[in-house]
């Protein structure tokens, strides 16, 4: 059984989520220049150029990629073979705290969503997801998400009966309806199965898929593409201004579910699609 102190999840964290900031991954990065490439609208060209000009100054200059620097989501792989000694939890909010000031980036975070609303100053707490994994090995993804996107997202669900065309029909009213809103060409997550609280999670998970990756089961790919096909027929185009790019890429994750249900959540990311990982 291998030991690691929960004190270095503090300095890790505080680096991934300052550069997850400031640099895209590499494949969301090449994804973006290849899809200028293919738009038609002259202004949606000089908006994909605009794009890639932010990602060059941010990347350059260590600067955020935008003022929004979001809630921060970290996404925990551990190992079983592995015993953590300490307060993990309170360290990676230190890292999230240290990395907010480190990088300059904005705090937006409050305390009391109802009533007060006070500023945590600091970006914290994070949001953080626990999955567990062969080995001894942990991984750690932070996900900084904007709220432009994440304000455009939503849950649904499908009767059974519906089916196939109830999710189709859904996630495009969705994009149709709220995408302009949230910085498009848009990365798109998809959850499907499960229940209310878990479909949620499923979405977002499929946003962090690799962007080379299809969903494993063929229909389900099959599915990925035509949404996408059909929400670029959609027209809304860059930043909302019209054109032929108005997604980038859509990846569904599915959950086995209940035989009287069918929930379904679209989760949207603006194409800044952030995060960073590294295995401890």
């Known amino acids: 059984m291998r030991e690691v102190s929960a004190n270095i999840f503090s300095s890790i964290v505080a680096e991934l989520v300052k550069d997850a900031n400031y640099q895209l991954p590499s494949g969301v990065k090449r994804l973006i220049v290849a899809s200028s490439k293919k738009e038609t609208s002259r202004l949606g060209r000089y908006i994909f150029g605009q794009m890639l000009d932010n990602i060059e100054i941010a990347e350059k200059e260590k600067m955020p990629l935008c003022q929004d620097t979001g809630i921060q989501e970290v996404f925990l792989e551990i190992g079983r073979e592995i015993h953590i000694k300490g307060d993990m939890e309170k360290a990676i909010n230190e890292g999230i705290s240290k990395g907010t000031k480190k990088g300059s980036l904005r705090a937006s975070i409050v305390k009391s969503p109802l009533f007060e609303?006070?500023?945590?100053?600091?970006?914290?707490?994070?949001?953080?997801?626990?999955?567990?994994?062969?080995?001894?090995?942990?991984?750690?993804?932070?996900?900084?998400?904007?709220?432009?996107?994440?304000?455009?997202?939503?849950?649904?669900?499908?009767?059974?009966?519906?089916?196939?065309?109830?999710?189709?029909?859904?996630?495009?009213?969705?994009?149709?309806?709220?995408?302009?809103?949230?910085?498009?060409?848009?990365?798109?997550?998809?959850?499907?199965?499960?229940?209310?609280?878990?479909?949620?999670?499923?979405?977002?998970?499929?946003?962090?898929?690799?962007?080379?990756?299809?969903?494993?089961?063929?229909?389900?790919?099959?599915?990925?593409?035509?949404?996408?096909?059909?929400?670029?027929?959609?027209?809304?185009?860059?930043?909302?201004?019209?054109?032929?790019?108005?997604?980038?890429?859509?990846?569904?994750?599915?959950?086995?579910?209940?035989i009287g249900g069918l929930p379904v959540c679209v989760n949207l990311s603006c194409y800044l699609l952030r995060y960073k990982s590294v295995i401890i």
Not at 155 to 173: A, E, I
């Open 117 to 258: 609303r006070l500023n945590t100053r600091n970006n914290t707490p994070a949001v953080i997801h626990y999955k567990f994994a062969p080995g001894d090995k942990i991984k750690v993804t932070v996900m900084p998400k904007g709220f432009g996107s994440e304000n455009a997202g939503a849950v649904k669900m499908v009767t059974p009966s519906q089916g196939l065309d109830g999710v189709r029909d859904f996630v495009l009213q969705v994009v149709k309806e709220k995408g302009p809103n949230a910085c498009p060409p848009l990365f798109i997550g998809i959850g499907i199965g499960g229940s209310m609280s878990n479909v949620t999670l499923l979405a977002k998970e499929a946003l962090l898929r690799p962007l080379s990756k299809s969903n494993p089961d063929k229909k389900i790919a099959r599915f990925e593409k035509e949404l996408l096909n059909k929400i670029n027929k959609l027209g809304i185009g860059p930043q909302g201004a019209g054109g032929k790019i108005t997604a980038l890429k859509v990846s569904v994750a599915d959950f086995p579910t209940h």
